[in-house]
C-alpha cells in the first residue's frame, strides 16, 4: 500500500547533501527514528482524544449515568470511572462534572481496542451545558502513560456544534510533554482540529466513526531543538480499525521542518495497517507505529 522503501534500520541517520560536520552538529537533520517518535506522539494523542470525546458524550447523552461507565463502547473492562456528582445523580445545567478515570493499576494498565496498552489516571472536567453549541473540555493526565511513554501536561477541547449540520468540530490545544521509556523528553505545543465525517447518524455505534483532522504544532527535542509540523493532507481517523486490532490513524500526511530542511510522514491509502512511509531527499523508510 506504500510508497517505495529502502530496506534500512529506524535508527539509521539520513544526511542532508552538502552539510558539514560542523554544520550537523548546528542543523540537525531528520532521522527516521526521530520519524518513530513523533507517530507515536501522535498515536497517543488520539487514543487520548477518543477516550475523552467519549467520555463527555455519555454525559451529554445520558445526564444521570449509569453506576459505573466502564461499558463505554472505547473503554476496557480494567477502565474504572467516577463522577462528580456521583453517577445516578441527575445533572442540572451549569453543573461542574469531573470524571476521573483509572486504567489498571500502579504496575499493570489496560489494553485498549485497538491494541495500545494505556495505565495511570485521566481527569475530565466540564460544564454540563446540554443546550449549549460550544463547550470548553479540560483534561489532565496522573503518572498516566500510552505504551510505555509518560504524558504529561494540561489540555483543553474546545467542541463546537454545527448550528446546520448538527455535526462537532473539536479543537484540541496541546501543551505537553512525552517521556519515552530511555528517558528522552519532548515538548509539544500547538493543536489539532478534528471533525467527523462519517458515523455521527449513529451515536451509539462508535465503529463506523471516521475523523479528519488538520492543524500544526512544535515539537521541541531532547537537544533542544525544535521542529515544525504541519498536516498538509489531512488525517484519517478510522475507528473501525479497531476491529483488526490496528492504529486508527490510515491515512493523510505530515510535513515536519527543521532549520530549513523537510521531511514527510505518510499514514497510507486507508487501510487499517501500522505502517506509515517517512521521506526526506526522495529516500523512504517505513515506520512501524503502534504498540
Known sequence: MKTKILAYGLAVILSIVGCSKDDKETNPVFSADEAQVNSKIDLAVDDVADIVENQFNETQNSPT???SETSSSNLPACANVVRIPAFGTPLTPGTAVTKTITFGNETTGCTLANGNVVRGVIVITFTYQPNATTHLINYEFVDFFHNQIKLNGNRTFTRTIDAQTQVPTVVM??????T????????RVGNRTRTITSGFETPNLL???IYQVIGN?????PNATIQTSTITEPLLVKMSCIAQNKPLLVQGVITFFR?????TLDYGTGECDNLAVFTINGNSFNIVIGN
Do not use: C, E, V, Y
Open 180 to 187: 519515552f521509556p530511555d528517558g528522552r523528553i519532548f515538548t
Open 173 to 178: 490545544n496541546m501543551n505537553m510533554t512525552a
Open 217 to 221: 504544532w512544535t515539537t521541541t527535542f
Open 207 to 209: 465503529n463506523d466513526n
Open 259 to 263: 532549520n530549513g530542511n523537510t521531511a
Open 65 to 67: 449515568g449509569r453506576s
